[in-house]
């Protein structure tokens, strides 16, 4: 009889925070953090090729020392970042820093066209496999956590949950920004003209006496 006295207000206080919301929240806040933890591993993803493309590069193209080295600086400063998702400077800090080093990486593509031998070269095509893949990830996994952080802030915003929210310390989270929300499904193309011919090697001159 007591036991069954202790459960009741147990049972009632359950039944009240799942009719609030509660469970929902939490459920929802842990899809939030899985999606974030995805966006990670595949920014993580595209870092770790940065080395092995550099030093590919510049096997072939020892003279594009300054765009080599915004790939390498830009890569740094991706890694110093200790990015918390849940404070919005932070997010914007982190999403700058990998906007830099995709715009760096897409300067060094851009370079590569010059260089027909080293397009060739199968260790460069491995990684331009790797990098057009892991572009095609990161732009998936951004827009499945855009689109969990919406469904997460628009749930504690609505009543009654908005309250059991408040009770419980839940506040709204930033989410990545976007100029144009419909290109979270379309992944930027890397592209790599195959068929450019090579530069043009001068003319050998006539030697003297031929």
């Keep these: 009889m007591r036991l069954l ?6 049972l009632l206080l359950a039944s009240l925070l799942s009719g609030c919301g509660y469970n929902a929240i939490q459920q929802k806040d842990e899809s939030v953090k ?3 933890a995805e966006v990670l591993n595949q920014y993580k993803r595209r870092a770790d090729l940065v080395p092995n493309l550099v030093n590919t590069v510049q096997g072939f ?6 765009v080599l ?6 890569r740094s ?3 110093q970042i200790n990015v918390n998702a849940d404070d919005e400077a932070s997010l914007r800090q982190f999403q700058q820093a990998q906007g830099e080093l995709g715009s760096a990486l897409s300067r060094l593509l851009v370079v590569t066209e010059n260089y027909p031998v080293l397009k060739s070269d199968a260790n460069f095509r491995d990684l331009q496999a790797q990098l057009e ?3 095609n990830r990161i732009t998936v996994a951004r827009g499945r956590y855009i689109q969990q952080v919406q469904d997460y802030n628009t749930y504690i915003r609505s009543f009654p949950q908005v309250v059991t929210a408040k009770i419980f310390g839940y506040q709204v989270k930033p989410n990545f ?6 290109q979270i499904s379309n992944a930027p193309e890397v592209k790599f003209n195959t068929g450019a011919p090579a530069p043009q090697q001068p003319a050998p001159q006539p030697q003297p006496g031929g």
């Design 5 to 10: 006295t202790r459960l009741i207000p147990l």
């Design 77 to 79: 400063r991706v890694g």
């Design 34 to 36: 899985a999606s974030w």
């Design 177 to 182: 920004t976007v100029e144009n929300e419909a």
């Design 61 to 66: 193209a020892t003279q594009e020392r300054q």
């Design 69 to 74: 080295t915004e790939v390498t600086e830009a």
């Design 133 to 135: 893949g892991t572009e």
